[in-house]
């Protein structure tokens, strides 16, 4: 079973691989340097709330689609 934190990493690298960003370009929009992002991708670590809202915002997606959150009960 995948980690939380593998799950975010893995859906946030294809969230920027189809928004047609560049990292330096995101890095740029949210306020981080562009190693970072790739600290990120890499699941070395996560980013704080107020970045990941800004990394949805910039990439147009819901935190939902990052987070793997469905609203089965």
Do not use: W
Not at 7 to 21: D, F, M, P, V
Not at 25 to 31: P, V
Not at 51 to 70: E, Q, R, Y
Request: proline fraction near 3%; charge should be neutral.
């Amino acid at each position: 079973m995948k980690s939380i934190d593998q799950i975010i990493s893995e859906n946030l690298k294809y969230e920027i691989e189809h928004s047609g960003k560049t990292k330096k370009e995101i890095a740029e929009a949210i306020g981080v340097k562009q190693p970072t992002i790739s600290q990120y991708l890499s699941g070395r670590i996560q980013p704080t709330l107020s970045t990941f809202a800004k990394l949805c915002d910039f990439l147009d997606c819901s935190s939902d689609d990052i987070l793997n959150i469905s609203n089965k009960k």
